[in-house]
């Protein structure tokens, strides 16, 4: 993959260098939260791909860190895989997690919206919970090919008693949570499995899985 990287770059200068030679435009300035060389395009994250090469590679641009492993993605053998880092002994099962859902999906007043995964959380317990860690997977059910992701939920909590809804797209929203915008689950037209791995310190990690149709073939309430 590193070997990869490094070849999409050189061709993208390449690119660059030939339109320029050629009497073509001048890129651009960049905007100020880029670091982006002027050869190389837009660098929003500053780990040292150009966006239009994390197009191809399937990284995210707005994520040094694609797969939340902890490895800048320039130097990640795979980055979109990360190992689950998740470990716990505990067998109490303190909230569960249900209503998965990745098609068809709906907003708070019932309005129809992108497909994103989400998920309810309830905690039936008198304590609030908090910190809570999430590592999930994408599979092609039709190749085998796997992507796994790994983030922390840091301003995820849900109150004793309560339920609440996680959303895992790029709105920005409260209980929205960033995604890989070049991931499988927007790239990929096979069908899809996805499966959640969700933990908060001192309690068995919950899991569940949903399926995505394949692209245009989608259809009822997953």
Same mark, same amino acid.
């Given at each position: 993959?590193?070997?990869?990287?490094?070849?999409?770059?050189?061709? *993208?200068?390449?690119?660059?260098?030939?339109?320029?030679?050629?009497?073509?435009?001048?890129?651009?300035?960049?905007?100020?939260?880029?670091?982006?060389?002027? $050869?190389?395009?837009?660098?929003?994250?500053?780990?040292? *791909?150009?966006?239009?090469?994390?197009?191809?590679?399937?990284?995210?641009?707005?994520?040094?860190?694609?797969?939340?492993?902890?490895?800048?993605?320039?130097?990640?053998?795979?980055?979109?895989?990360?190992?689950?880092?998740?470990?716990?002994? $505990?067998?109490?099962?303190?909230?569960? *997690?249900?209503?998965?859902?990745?098609?068809?999906?709906?907003?708070?007043?019932?309005?129809?919206?992108?497909?994103?995964?989400?998920?309810?959380?309830?905690?039936?317990?008198?304590?609030?919970? $908090?910190?809570?860690? *999430?590592?999930?997977?994408?599979?092609?059910?039709?190749?085998?090919?796997?992507?796994?992701?790994?983030?922390?939920?840091?301003?995820? $909590?849900?109150?004793?008693?309560?339920?609440?809804?996680?959303?895992?797209?790029?709105?920005?929203?409260?209980?929205?949570?960033?995604?890989?915008?070049?991931?499988?689950?927007?790239?990929?037209?096979?069908?899809?499995?996805?499966?959640?791995?969700?933990?908060?310190?001192?309690?068995?990690?919950?899991?569940?899985?949903?399926?995505?149709?394949?692209?245009?073939?989608?259809?009822?309430?997953?």
């Amino acid at each position: 993959m590193k070997a990869k990287i490094f070849t999409l770059l050189t061709l *993208i200068v390449f690119g660059v260098l030939v339109l320029a030679a050629c009497g073509g435009s001048q890129p651009a300035a960049q905007p100020a939260n880029s670091s982006a060389s002027a $050869s190389a395009g837009p660098d929003t994250d500053g780990d040292g *791909i150009p966006d239009s090469a994390e197009a191809v590679l399937g990284t995210d641009p707005n994520n040094a860190d694609t797969d939340g492993d902890g490895q800048n993605d320039l130097a990640d053998q795979d980055p979109v895989w990360a190992d689950n880092p998740i470990q716990e002994s $505990s067998t109490t099962a303190g909230f569960a *997690i249900n209503g998965l859902m990745v098609e068809n999906n709906v907003d708070a007043d019932g309005a129809a919206v992108a497909d994103h995964l989400e998920f309810k959380v309830s905690n039936p317990g008198n304590s609030d919970l $908090s910190n809570f860690e *999430i590592y999930y997977t994408i599979t092609d059910q039709d190749t085998g090919a796997v992507q796994a992701y790994y983030r922390t939920l840091p301003g995820f $909590s849900v109150k004793a008693g309560e339920t609440q809804t996680l959303h895992f797209d790029n709105t920005g929203k409260p209980g929205h949570v960033s995604v890989n915008p070049n991931s499988a689950f927007y790239t990929d037209v096979n069908a899809l499995t996805i499966e959640v791995y969700l933990h908060t310190p001192g309690m068995v990690p919950q899991t569940d899985s949903v399926a995505k149709d394949p692209a245009g073939a989608e259809g009822g309430v997953e």
